[in-house]
């Protein structure tokens, strides 16, 4: 399993990604949702699709992780908890970068090149942070209605990549 790199930029109208979150974070950022879209055998790209509230107020990094169905994910002091071997983790400024979002428009950020050996169901994590001088000095909180108290991401139920 590896990972490859990251693609992205505003869109000409609304997504419909085949899995939607609804997520929200620091009344900033909303995750619309995310597609994995198979490239070839065992490869894939997982895209995100992100909507402004209002114009962010820095230009954060968002983690996107992968977790195999038969691993679990390691609590640690790290933005997102770090899932155990096997997984794939992505962490990336998206481009163009946060504090350039419009409100109301749409932003794609693609992960592609995700190499799957065997398929199988995987989850889905998804979480924004702040990194100055190399250290995380903000983790945006989720505000919306479905977030877990104190909690940073949105983790969806496991997906069927075949």
């Not at 929200?24 to 198979?38: H, K, Q, Y």
């Not at 990336?92 to 799957?116: N, Q």
Request: charged share 15%; hydrophobic share 40%; with cysteine.
């Amino acid at each position: 399993m590896r990972g490859g790199g990251t693609t992205g930029g505003a869109l000409a109208s609304a997504p419909s990604p085949k899995h939607p979150a609804n997520a929200t974070w620091a009344g900033e950022i909303e995750l619309v949702g995310f597609d994995a879209i198979r490239l070839g055998p065992g490869m894939y790209e997982v895209a995100a699709y992100c909507k402004p509230l209002k114009r962010p107020t820095t230009d954060y990094v968002m983690g996107l992780h992968l977790v195999p169905a038969n691993k679990s994910v390691i609590k640690s002091g790290a933005p997102l908890a770090v899932p155990a071997l096997g997984a794939l983790v992505w962490d990336t400024f998206p481009k163009p970068p946060t504090s350039a979002w419009e409100p109301g428009k749409f932003y794609r950020i693609a992960m592609d090149g995700a190499v799957l050996a065997g398929g199988g169901k995987w989850s889905v994590k998804v979480g924004f942070y702040q990194v100055t001088d190399g250290k995380v000095v903000q983790i945006l909180s989720r505000t919306d209605a479905a977030a877990k108290p104190g909690g940073t991401t949105f983790d969806s139920q496991q997906i069927p990549f075949d």
